[in-house]
């Protein structure tokens, strides 16, 4: 079973649960003297490393125990950078604080591919990690409405962007009193990061993307999560920092 590693405890001397999800759901499972230098199964404390696991059904035991498992990918094996680091800090920040554990699987597919996006191309990083943020927010349930004018379903003429009212306005709904919060290159990225379902990044069609727009859309959706969820991703202040 394909499985992606989130986490894991101490046990008994040496053996640890492993705390993974799966497609379809929370898994966890006993390794054996995995505390121990020489384990073969080390890495699997690295969290959103990606194995082919399999294990002994005992129903006499509380937990099942691993019997074999095959590394399939590691973010840490071929880039151990900083920026690496952040990437698999901000994953399980948003994991962990805006999924309980039951939905955490949710994001399977979304981990995979962004872990595997190719971030040779200047801002494709951040680029991803909008892209990654989108698909949360979508996942628990408090995505924007960016194909139409939230009001009266019309999709043209749309003049505006509001977190509270929730999506694009057009020019006949659009009340002074509404707060606005995006301009018009920050619409387009929102609408983008939300309708894309795949981690690539066209320079064509993002050509002028300008880190101000990036980091203005990370603190908006910051706070939307904040207002709406209750929680605050601190691993954004840091790609903010780093742009
Ligand atoms: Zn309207």
Not at 23 to 50: M, Y
Request: charged share 25%.
């Amino acid at each position: 079973m394909k499985i992606i590693v989130i986490g894991y405890s101490d046990y008994k001397e040496k053996d640890i649960i492993v705390n993974a999800i799966s497609e379809d759901g929370p898994i966890s499972f006993k390794v054996r003297g995995a505390l121990n230098p020489n384990s073969a199964f080390v890495w699997l404390k690295t969290p959103l490393v990606t194995a082919d696991v399999n294990w002994v059904e005992n129903i006499r035991y509380r937990h099942q125990i691993l019997k074999e498992a095959k590394l399939l990918s590691s973010p840490l094996v071929s880039d151990a950078s900083f920026d690496t680091m952040v990437d698999i800090d901000f994953v399980m920040e948003i994991i962990n604080k805006m999924f309980p554990d039951t939905e955490k699987h949710l994001l399977f597919h979304e981990i995979e591919k962004f872990l595997k996006a190719d971030r040779s191309a200047e801002l494709s990083r951040p680029f991803y990690q909008l892209i990654f943020l989108a698909k949360a927010i979508q996942a628990v349930g408090s995505g924007l409405e960016v194909d139409h004018c939230v009001f009266c379903d019309n999709k043209d003429d749309i003049v505006a962007f509001s977190f509270n009212e929730g999506g694009f306005i057009c020019r006949s709904c659009l009340q002074p009193e509404m707060s606005i919060h995006l301009n018009p290159a920050q619409m387009k990225l929102v609408r983008y990061v939300f309708k894309t379902d795949s981690y690539f990044f066209d320079k064509d069609k993002f050509d002028g993307l300008k880190k101000e727009n990036i980091k203005t859309v990370f603190i908006n959706f910051n706070e939307y999560i904040k207002d709406g969820i209750g929680v605050y991703i601190e691993a954004i202040d840091k790609i903010i920092n780093r742009l």
